[in-house]
């Protein structure tokens, strides 16, 4: 069965402070790696990963993946106030005809001013 | 807003009862996907359907199920409820038949079970 674990459960800081979330997976095919941000609705798209080794950025917040030892993780610096979200990590397994996009249980971010 | 719709956006209802969860996709996305929400299960995928079949199965239970129809607009049924499917559904959609990577996701329709 696929498996995605995302650590820590929950952090606290402060702004400015930057801080990296983590996931690691086991799944069967991988195809794609990819992290979103919760806030109080649904989910929004922040970055897929598919190759190891390449950053992925955007603004303050960038992506790493790691095929090799089976991990990912995100980075925000200069944390802000509505960074403050649970922030999900999914991976992509495409076995044959049979597609499945298993989530972790995310990592709950509290920015405080 | 990403231009995804769902109705209704609350639901209570008792359990044993039957519910329909109606899903309007982004104009032009073909695929359609259906995840549930809980606070034990966290975010799992429930269905996918592209231009009217269904083309990936995730977690979803015997007692659900889900067509899309010729408009494109999708709904989720789910019968004989129980306590535990107490949720929040949400609604995807993409415009091609693998976009899972861009997926756009509608706001979700909280639904209770009493």
């Known amino acids: 069965e696929d498996k995605v674990v995302q650590s820590p459960l929950s952090l606290v800081v402060h702004e400015g402070d930057t801080v990296t979330l983590n996931c690691s997976y086991e799944?069967?095919?991988?195809?794609?790696l990819l992290w979103y941000k919760q806030e109080k609705k649904a989910p929004t798209f922040l970055f897929m990963l598919?190759?190891?080794?390449i950053e992925k950025k955007s603004g303050r917040l960038s992506s790493i993946l790691d095929k090799k030892e089976l991990f990912s993780i995100l980075n925000i610096t200069a944390t802000q106030t509505g960074d403050s979200a649970v922030y999900l990590c999914?991976?992509?397994?495409?076995?044959?005809?049979?597609?499945?996009?298993?989530f972790g249980k995310g990592t709950l971010l509290t920015v405080n001013p | 807003d990403s231009g995804v719709t769902q109705t209704p956006k609350h639901l209570i209802t008792a359990t044993g009862q039957r519910v329909t969860l109606r899903c309007s996709p982004r104009?032009?996305?073909?695929?359609v996907y259906w995840y549930q929400q809980s606070l034990d299960q966290g975010l799992q995928f429930l269905i996918q359907?592209?231009?009217?079949?269904?083309?990936a199965k995730g977690n979803i239970l015997e007692r659900f199920s889900a067509q899309q129809f010729p408009d494109l607009h999708s709904e989720l049924n789910l019968s004989s409820l129980e306590l535990g499917d107490s949720a929040l559904y949400f609604c995807?959609?993409?415009?091609?038949?693998?976009?899972?990577?861009?997926?756009?996701f509608g706001p979700g329709t909280r639904l209770l079970v009493l």
């Open positions: 995807a959609s993409s415009s091609g038949q693998g976009g899972w990577e861009t997926q756009y």
């Open positions: 104009s032009g996305d073909l695929s």
């Open positions: 598919t190759s190891s080794g």
């Open positions: 999914a991976v992509f397994d495409s076995g044959g005809s049979n597609y499945k996009l298993t």
């Open positions: 359907y592209y231009n009217g079949e269904e083309r």
């Open positions: 799944v069967t095919n991988f195809r794609s």
